[in-house]
């Protein structure tokens, strides 16, 4: 990630992922601000992240969305996401941070359960002293990580964190009431295709995740949204892709590993395509500069 701010600890990712039990933890830290600054847009992973804002005012913006957030926020990002952060020019932004994934089944379902639940940007402000606390808790642990017993209080406290977040987004109220049961289905279709464009292999995943077969999905979601499921699969995909592009940290070959594409070469082709210029032109065609 690329950070304009005052001072940042513990940031843990450019080691790679470390294993707690079945969390996995993919950066953990705290972040003080300067008034102004901001945390370049930058692509989730396959990892849920919480931002705890604790002083200060600033945005997050997820996939262009805007969401302010102020002191005592709690802020979800789901995997497949891209997000930025913005402190405030009148009030800088501190906030702790916490990126990770979890292999226990009923957590991980429970997890996934939230992303099609709750895919809207405006949706994912939470309030918890719990959960704050619990991340600054494990921050603090992060400086003895080699005391004894401390792999497995790491473990205890995200195991903590998943749960309680679980909880409380278990409480908020229903947010579909004045929607269609149509509607409904397509818009869990889109989240989980957002949600998963990293580990989708094919579009019938999602026969699995709602029961219903594939033709029937495909002409719904073509009644309601006027796109076929491929289409929006497709453009998401290719919006990941010149996202990804843009950042410049992945090479041609891994984004087309990433995006599940058969080789670099289907990947390029169907690329230029779309646009009428490969991914190696992307940068020159672009001007260096993103739109």
């Known amino acids: 990630m690329a950070f ?8 843990i990712f450019l080691n790679g992922p470390r294993l707690y039990g079945d969390t996995v933890l993919y950066q953990i830290g705290r972040a003080y601000c300067e008034a102004g600054a901001s945390v370049a847009r930058h692509s989730q992973r396959d990892f849920f992240e919480w931002t705890i804002v604790t002083e200060g005012r600033g945005a997050v913006i997820t996939n262009g969305e805007r969401i302010e957030v102020k002191d005592g926020d709690i802020y979800i990002s789901f995997p497949g996401d891209f997000h930025a952060i913005e402190s405030s020019n009148h009030s800088p932004l501190s906030y702790d941070f916490l990126s990770m994934q979890v292999n226990d089944a009923e957590l991980h379902a429970a997890m996934e359960e939230l992303t099609v639940k709750f895919g809207g940007a405006h949706e994912r402000i939470i309030k918890s002293e719990r959960i704050a606390a619990a991340v600054s808790n494990a921050i603090a642990e992060m400086n003895y ?3 004894r017993f401390g792999g497995k ?3 205890s406290l995200f195991e903590q964190i998943f749960i309680l977040t679980i909880r409380k987004f278990n409480r908020i109220t229903e947010r579909y009431s004045a929607t269609t049961d149509e509607q409904k ?3 869990q279709l889109m ?4 949600t998963h464009i990293y580990t989708m292999k094919s579009l019938t995943e999602i026969c699995e995740i709602t029961g219903y077969n ?3 999905l495909s002409n719904l979601f073509k009644k309601v949204s006027s796109k076929t499921l491929m289409e929006y699969y497709t453009k998401r995909r290719f919006e990941i892709a010149d996202m990804l592009l843009s950042e410049g940290k992945n090479s041609i070959t891994e984004i087309a590993e990433l995006l599940n594409y058969s080789s670099v070469y289907a990947f390029s082709r169907a690329y230029k395509n779309r646009f009428g210029y490969s991914p190696s032109e992307y940068h020159a065609h672009k001007g260096g500069k993103e739109e």
């Open 4 to 11: 304009s701010v005052k001072y940042h600890i513990n940031h």
């Open 145 to 147: 990580d080699n005391r």
């Open 185 to 187: 289905l397509c818009y």
């Open 191 to 194: 989240n989980y295709i957002d």
């Open 214 to 216: 594939y033709n029937y």
């Open 153 to 155: 209080m790491l473990h």
